[in-house]
């Protein structure tokens, strides 16, 4: 009886630890997708990755579900572990988050389940401005090499029409 009890209480032990841990946060990045990303983006902000509530406040009630949400991104939370020295992605849950209704929908965890998955929730203020100036901040990255290719025509453009034009008379 006793070994039945050490074996739980040190298995609890163990396993509490790590709990505390995944409901802090400090995720390594998220991956983004959504309305005006092409594939995914993955974003290291501290505003959004340090926090498991800064998203939303699951610890609240849920809400009813909209009647339209609006547009959304789909997130992953994403920790890196270091195996071997080699470092692996393993994601930790899924949520969609509508910035612009403030509404997030917790699909739940990727290895497991909690009891606040596939519920709505209330968007954390504090979680807009950081997560629309990545959005900015990709869309300005995707403007650049359209830039360039503008600047390069436009030099090719003055450099030809500085070039000194051939006439009859300079013909040997």
Not at 20 to 35: M, N
Not at 121 to 130: L, T
Not at 149 to 159: C, E, S
Request: no cysteine; net charge negative.
């Amino acid at each position: 009886m006793i070994r039945k009890w050490f074996a739980f209480a040190l298995s609890l032990g163990l396993f509490i630890p790590t709990l505390v841990v995944f409901a802090k946060g400090d995720f390594s990045y998220i991956t983004v997708k959504g309305p005006g990303i092409t594939g995914e983006i993955n974003v290291t902000d501290p505003a959004l990755t340090q926090d498991f509530f800064a998203f939303a406040d699951f610890s609240q009630a849920e809400i009813p579900a909209p009647a339209d949400p609006g547009q959304g991104y789909q997130i992953v939370r994403v920790y890196v572990e270091f195996t071997d020295d080699k470092p692996k992605d393993i994601p930790f849950d899924q949520l969609h988050y509508y910035p612009y209704t403030d509404y997030v929908f917790y699909d739940g965890l990727v290895e497991g389940s909690s009891e606040y998955d596939g519920k709505w929730y209330a968007a954390n203020p504090a979680a807009e401005a950081p997560f629309r100036s990545v959005l900015v901040q990709r869309a300005l990255l995707a403007w650049i090499p359209f830039g360039v290719l503008v600047v390069a025509l436009l030099w090719f453009v003055v450099a030809y029409n500085r070039k000194p034009k051939k006439t009859m008379d300079d013909r040997p």
